[in-house]
């Protein structure tokens, strides 16, 4: 049997950095790069003879090159390590021109890109700045230019990663603000679907730490910030980060948790104390709130005198309460309370001294559990003699109907309606109300801003397309 042929002999590489880089390899004391370069371009310049196959081929003067150089080499004590170092330094030197041609290429694929693109880069980037955040690392990709054009920070001024959010982790976050920098107006973060957990959410309490950076650099730019259904996301994790972010105007925290002993409104104090630019206010909360206090009311009245539009859902707000707070936001448009389980609609009754001169235009009062009917029809009748001239839209949509004088509840109110139309034609009241005979049925009587009115039988939908009014006020 014949001896099984040699292993090569196990040579130790060389520098992976001067394949990569060749201006790292050592240079020769009579190294002239001149030379090279010339030796080079005659050796690029070759006519164009064929490749392969071939007697003429360059392809077969490689081989006869390599062929006559390595038994030269042979005859000496180290004959098989130097003809493997000759071997593996010719294809360091047939990569470097490899790399070097796929670099070639590229430059040549992005001033295309530049002369081709009718768009000026200051352009670009504005159209760019346009784009939802998803769409803008999708643009990025597409070529050295796009990818130039898109890390501006002008691109990240308005952060939204709500359409990527099972993909968005803390470090994303950080990458995107540490981007944006003092460019950053908007933040959107976490799933806006209704269906979603906050334990699927990759982001945790921490994902707005960045913004405290520097002192709160990056926060101290920040208008608008948008959180949906992150973990365990409570007043503690965010007073921090809302204490950097001084011209806050914005807030929306959809799933805030709160312990069943804290107190909502001190809770939102502590939240606002130092936000008191804030104009819109969006908060829902995530599980039995604690009692409000008038102390804690005052308190966040003083932190938001700007405040124009609030929504607190899954609050344990009373008339009394609610009263006061119409009372004591003086600039409030919108109003949304819905999913308050004690509210009836007594506070209708304090507010005829303000009523004329209110400059509130959208009152949202769904799902209140012991809403009354005889109440509903009081604010109306005030609508009717002339009050709140400037609202125009009004919600008492409840799922369990709404509860008349004897404690029976009922899923047909009698309102005015047809007066309504006839003498508020621009006021949009909302009354649907879910069959007690059937889940998807349901009868209800709308007055639109055309002075029409609609009888609609499916609740589901109904309720869904006007939910999605509602997020856009």
């Known amino acids: 049997m014949d001896a099984p042929n040699p292993k090569r002999p196990c040579l130790v590489p060389l520098g992976t950095s001067s394949i990569e880089n060749p201006c790292s390899l050592p240079i020769a004391?009579?190294?002239?790069?001149?030379?090279?370069?010339?030796?080079?371009?005659?050796?690029?310049?070759?006519?164009?003879?064929?490749?392969?196959?071939?007697?003429?081929?360059?392809?077969?003067?490689?081989?006869?090159?390599?062929?006559?150089?390595?038994?030269?080499?042979?005859?000496?004590?180290?004959?098989?390590?130097?003809?493997?170092?000759?071997?593996?330094?010719?294809?360091?030197?047939?990569?470097?021109?490899?790399?070097?041609?796929?670099?070639?290429?590229?430059?040549?694929?992005?001033?295309?890109?530049?002369?081709?693109?009718?768009?000026?880069?200051?352009?670009?980037?504005?159209?760019?700045?346009?784009?939802?955040?998803?769409?803008?690392?999708?643009?990025?990709?597409?070529?050295?230019?796009?990818?130039?054009?898109?890390?501006?920070?002008?691109?990240?001024?308005?952060?939204?990663?709500?359409?990527?959010?099972?993909d968005v982790d803390n470090g994303v976050v950080c990458v995107m603000i540490h981007r944006a920098g003092k460019e950053l107006r908007s933040l959107k973060l976490g799933s806006i679907s209704s269906s979603a957990e906050p334990t699927t959410s990759l982001l945790t309490r921490s994902c707005l730490t960045p913004l405290t950076f520097n002192h709160g650099f990056t926060g101290g730019h920040l208008r608008s910030l948008h959180l949906y259904h992150l973990r365990m996301i409570d007043c503690e994790s965010l007073s921090p980060v809302l204490s950097a972010c001084l011209n806050l105007t914005d807030l929306k925290i959809v799933g805030l948790i709160s312990g069943s002993r804290d107190n909502p409104l001190e809770q939102l104090g502590l939240l606002t104390r130092n936000c008191r630019l804030i104009e819109h206010l969006f908060i829902e909360i995530y599980g039995a709130a604690g009692l409000i206090t008038d102390s804690s009311l005052l308190e966040f009245a003083a932190n938001c005198p700007n405040l124009i539009s609030i929504s607190l859902l899954g609050f344990l707000l009373n008339d009394a309460i609610l009263q006061k707070i119409i009372k004591g936001f003086r600039r409030l448009k919108h109003i949304n309370l819905s999913s308050s389980p004690e509210i009836s609609g007594c506070f209708f009754r304090g507010l005829e001294l303000c009523g004329k001169d209110s400059p509130l235009e959208t009152l949202i009062l769904r799902d209140c559990y012991i809403l009354k009917e005889s109440e509903v029809l009081l604010f109306l009748n005030s609508l009717l003699a002339g009050d709140f001239k400037y609202i125009r839209l009004i919600d008492v949509s409840n799922v369990d109907g709404l509860v008349r004088d004897g404690g029976n509840r009922t899923f047909e109110p009698r309102f005015p309606i047809e007066e309504l139309k006839k003498q508020r034609s621009n006021v949009t009241f909302v009354a649907i109300f879910e069959s007690q005979s059937s889940l998807s049925s349901s009868s209800s009587g709308e007055v639109y801003s055309d002075g029409t009115s609609s009888w609609t039988s499916n609740y589901n939908s109904a309720e869904e397309e006007h939910d999605n009014d509602l997020d856009s006020i």
């Open 29 to 166: 004391p009579d190294f002239n790069q001149s030379n090279i370069d010339l030796t080079i371009s005659s050796f690029l310049s070759l006519s164009d003879l064929p490749l392969f196959s071939l007697p003429l081929s360059i392809g077969c003067s490689f081989d006869r090159v390599l062929d006559n150089v390595i038994p030269s080499i042979a005859g000496t004590s180290r004959d098989e390590f130097d003809q493997d170092r000759f071997l593996d330094r010719t294809l360091q030197l047939a990569s470097l021109l490899y790399k070097s041609t796929k670099r070639c290429i590229r430059k040549r694929a992005t001033l295309q890109n530049s002369t081709s693109w009718p768009l000026l880069p200051e352009l670009t980037i504005k159209v760019f700045s346009m784009l939802d955040t998803k769409s803008l690392m999708q643009a990025s990709a597409c070529c050295t230019m796009f990818n130039k054009c898109a890390m501006d920070r002008v691109c990240y001024s308005h952060i939204d990663l709500t359409t990527a959010a099972e």
